[in-house]
């Protein structure tokens, strides 16, 4: 027993060291720790890999200018999957004690990502999650989830507005997958708004483990819809299109941002179905603000068109930056907590690439949609901005 | 009387599928959502089941082994097809159109046979031949691991790596300068060789299409990226694809019938199959009639795959999964041991399941296959078509 002690006390000391409380405001000079947890592998690889790619040009461009401040950043790969998200973002809190999350990109992984940062008390800020409920279900994911994408109850009534009045489509399918919160809501907003304008809609559902959707899209085909609403993202998305290509005899399809991916199109093959869709950023766009990103970009990775994940990462790590230098300019230049990061973002306002970012009391800014078409590569349709 | 309804019982369904499969070559099928349509379906998804049910069949057939691993043989056969359709160039041939295309499908289907049928001899020899005499449970735990193993492999190796892929639509050659005007309503591809942190990718991305963004100074761009190669987009349409896996599955279940039932070999794997230790005495080589038999499924798991990733447009190291596990159950249903039986199965599943999807629920599909896996257990234990089993005393 007397020759344990000693052993014990030390697994004690070590283990003080390791897991001991970090002291508040740490000193200055110290680098932000920003623990990025983003799909980049599985399904929905090519939204954490823009992701990421945006985040990244963004740091180093505040590096550049700006070395009162420095980063650092940590990724994690949730793998496309929910179950790998509450883990990847575990392991940047303690590990690497991330100060605050960016990240994910589908809803229910960001969720999942949510109710960690709640318990560890820790901000969660997420480039591209749409889903209403993750900032409106505050017991749920926390007082600190925020955002600088809209949210599907604006999205979905732009698409409906869309549908009815530009496309004059009247009835709809919607094709729903209940197992993404992004693809049950989104289709919700968009029912809402088409009803209220005098439409009727027929909801199908779908499963994103299903890899055959050719009966799916032949009974969407048989209920001679005019316009199809496919709720959900590009991996689902783009061969359902292929396979509509006799089956719709182009009926227009439309969509989220779920869409916007450099691998929709050649997921979706050669095609006459015209694709619109509602997203936040478009490199197309002849906005000098959009076309400077676009140049950058190119700059950065081989003359590849930045997607909208792309310009959100961008953003949401300029939203980092802002809210860093904002609690430092209060908290007499100490290297903010956690804590002061998300006092900081609360009132934030900066302008991003994909427009003016205002973080009101409800975390989310109101911003402007754009609708694109897909036809070969992605075309500028209109930008709407909220009332 | 019994006997003539048992034998109408086998007609119907028997020329109800020459009449699907006849309308689905006259090109009739497709598009109004009616029940011809869904039986189309039905009958080409059925024909990917019963390919891969075929492999699941005959290796229990000759050994008495579920392999698991199966649906990895599949997965990798679709991703040969992926390499070589994405690698090999052969579209790039001077022939007439559509020839190339056919031509580069063709290969792309041959190599993933190979590919699958190669990797099953390996997995025999490697996995299987060692733990014969361990008894059936090693041989299912080792299956089991296998598939494990090939899944993960996947995941790791670069070239493959986690991430879906969109399947390759083989390309039509044309030279950057062959661009025509911005009216011309053709697609074009751009292949970039680097990806943004620098090693080499395979995304491909459409810049240019539809002419609408094709400026002379986005051209300049395009000449300027590392090795640009501008293609013409060329595709085979799921249609043509649903033919060719009908055509190929008639074809290979006639060669197999004469491969098992007319030759040397097919003899040596009937004896195999009705007991081990007699055939050696007879003379018959046994490791090698096991593993012509893991050669020949696999052979057929690997054209599944390149077929089934082909209609569907992508390719994981998860693609073989669903179809596997889905073949299985076609097996059993058939009655597994009995060539005509996984015919019969896969075809009866991928029917059932799409007129399901079709009148019942989509959202359901995949849990259909699961019941109506305990409705045939609990009514013929040995499957529609199996020998019934006989209790040795």
């Known amino acids: ?387 | 009387m019994t006997l003539r309804l048992r034998n109408l019982a086998r007609a119907l369904p028997a020329l109800a599928l020459g009449y699907v499969v006849a309308r689905m070559f006259a090109g009739d099928v497709g598009g109004d959502g009616t029940l011809l349509d869904y039986l189309a379906i039905g009958t080409a998804q059925g024909a990917i089941y019963a390919f891969v049910a075929l492999g699941y069949t005959m290796v229990y057939g000759v050994i008495r082994l579920i392999n698991f691993a199966h649906g990895e043989f599949f997965m990798v056969g679709a991703f040969a097809g992926y390499f070589v359709l994405r690698d090999a160039g052969i579209e790039k041939l001077a022939w007439p159109q559509p020839w190339p295309l056919v031509a580069s499908y063709a290969v792309a289907l041959v190599a993933g046979a190979l590919a699958a049928a190669l990797l099953a001899l390996l997995a025999e020899a490697l996995c299987y031949r060692p733990i014969r005499k361990a008894g059936r449970i090693a041989a299912l735990l080792t299956a089991v691991g296998l598939s494990l193993l090939l899944q993960n492999l996947a995941r790791q190796w670069p070239p493959i790596g986690p991430t879906q892929r969109p399947w390759p639509a083989p390309r039509l050659w044309a030279a950057a300068a062959d661009v025509p005007s911005p009216a011309d309503g053709n697609y074009y591809e751009i292949r970039t060789f680097k990806s943004p942190s620098g090693e080499s990718v395979d995304r491909e991305k459409l810049v240019v299409a539809k002419g609408q963004r094709l400026t002379p100074a986005n051209l300049q761009r395009l000449e300027a990226l590392p090795g640009p190669q501008v293609f013409r987009k060329g595709e085979l349409s799921p249609a043509l694809v649903d033919r060719s896996i009908v055509l190929m599955l008639g074809l290979s279940t006639l060669v197999l019938w004469f491969l098992v039932q007319r030759t040397k070999t097919g003899k040596a794997m009937r004896a195999v199959s009705e007991d081990h230790a007699a055939a050696r005495l007879m003379g018959v080589n046994v490791n090698r009639v096991i593993a012509a038999t893991f050669f020949l499924g696999a052979f057929l798991a690997g054209l599944g795959g390149v077929a089934f990733c082909a209609k569907y447009g992508q390719v994981d190291p998860l693609s073989g999964f669903m179809p596997g596990l889905k073949a299985f159950i076609a097996a059993v249903v058939g009655g597994i041991g009995s060539i005509p039986g996984a015919v019969v199965g896969g075809l009866f599943l991928g029917v059932s399941e799409n007129l399901f999807a079709a009148y019942v629920s989509t959202e359901w599909k995949d849990a259909l296959a699961f019941v109506l896996l305990v409705a045939v257990l609990l009514s013929k234990p040995t499957g529609l078509l199996g020998r019934p089993y006989r209790e040795k005393i």
């Open chain 1, 1 to 387: 027993m007397r020759r344990l002690l000693p052993s014990f006390r030390l697994a004690v000391l070590v283990a003080a060291a390791l897991f001991g409380a970090v002291p508040e405001g740490r000193a200055g000079g110290d680098p932000v720790v920003v623990g990025v947890v983003l799909p980049m592998s599985g399904d929905n690889a090519t939204f954490g890999e823009e992701s990421w790619n945006g985040i990244k040009i963004a740091e180093a461009e505040i590096a550049k200018k700006d070395p009162s401040v420095a980063f650092k950043l940590i990724l994690a790969d949730e793998q496309s999957k929910r179950e790998q998200v509450g883990p990847a973002t575990k392991t940047l809190i303690e590990n690497n004690r991330a100060a605050i999350v960016v990240g994910s990109v589908a809803s229910s992984n960001t969720m999942q990502a949510a109710i960690v940062c709640k318990e560890a008390g820790v901000p969660i800020l997420t480039p591209a999650s749409t889903n209403d409920k993750l900032t409106s279900e505050v017991e749920k994911y926390g007082e600190d989830v925020f955002r600088v994408c809209f949210q599907d109850s604006f999205q979905g009534t732009m698409l409906g507005r869309f549908a009815t009045k530009t496309l004059k489509a009247k009835k709809a399918v919607a094709l729903v997958d209940k197992g993404q919160a992004y693809s049950v809501g989104l289709a919700a907003q968009f029912e809402k708004e088409f009803v209220a304008l005098g439409g009727t809609v027929v909801t199908e559902y779908y499963t994103s483990a299903d890899k055959d959707y050719t009966t799916l899209v032949q009974k969407v085909g048989g209920l001679k819809p005019e316009v199809i609403l496919i709720s959900g993202y590009y991996p689902q998305a783009g061969p359902m299109i292929k396979l509509g290509k006799d089956a719709w005899k182009g009926v227009p399809v439309i969509g989220g941002d779920g869409l916007d991916s450099p691998d929709l199109l050649p997921l979706a093959g050669e095609t006459d179905i015209k694709v619109y869709f509602t997203s936040h950023f478009v490199a197309s766009d002849t906005d000098p603000l959009v076309q400077g990103f676009v140049t950058k970009y190119q700059e950065a990775y081989a003359g590849a068109d930045p997607g909208a994940m792309a310009a959100l990462g961008y953003d949401a790590m300029y939203a980092v930056y802002e809210a860093a230098k904002k609690a430092m300019a209060a908290n007499g230049g100490a290297t903010p907590t956690g804590k002061q990061l998300a006092a900081a973002l609360r009132g934030l306002e900066f302008t991003g690439v994909t427009g003016k970012i205002v973080i009101g009391p409800d975390r989310t800014p109101r911003k402007a949609v754009v609708i694109v078409q897909a036809a070969g590569n992605f075309q500028f349709v209109e930008k709407i901005l909220p009332e």
